[in-house]
Nanobody, 122 residues
Framework: QVQLVESGGGLVQAGGSLRLSCAAS????????MGWFRQAPGKEREFVAA????????YYADSVKGRFTISRDNAKNTVYLQINSLKPEDTAVYYC???????????????WGQGTQVTVSS
């Protein structure tokens, strides 16, 4: 089983960009599809993006399509989330998670990282 650690969050002005990283331990990273989720204060954790084991397939929530890009480097055991044109409503804790299948169902994901905070000021 992999262990996941996110990084790259921070405080950024609206319109800015961030690249989040999620580093995985273990030798089985490439056997997992990966996903990013986010949770804003007082809201449920929501799906943001998913990527297949090889990286050849990606899927995005409608709210981030065109602004967010998920990618992975299996040689580095890392998945990334490039976030452009940030909006105040993107403020949330961002989590990465592993999934033995390529799905977008939150219940299919696990283990999870601890999250990284993204705060967008207007």
């Amino acid at each position: 089983q992999v262990q996941l650690v996110e990084s790259g969050g921070g405080l950024v002005q609206a319109g800015g960009s961030l690249r989040l990283s999620c580093a995985a331990s273990g030798r089985t990273f490439s056997s997992y599809a990966m996903g990013w989720f986010r949770q804003a204060p007082g809201k449920e954790r929501e799906f943001v993006a998913a990527i297949s084991r090889s990286g050849g397939l990606q899927y995005y929530a409608d709210s981030v399509k065109g602004r967010f890009t998920i990618s992975r480097d299996n040689a580095k055991n890392t998945v990334y989330l490039q976030i452009n044109s940030l909006k105040p409503e993107d403020t949330a804790v961002y989590y990465c998670a592993a999934n033995p299948r390529y799905t977008t169902n939150k219940a299919d994901f696990g283990p999870w990282g601890q999250g990284t905070q993204v705060t967008v000021s207007s």
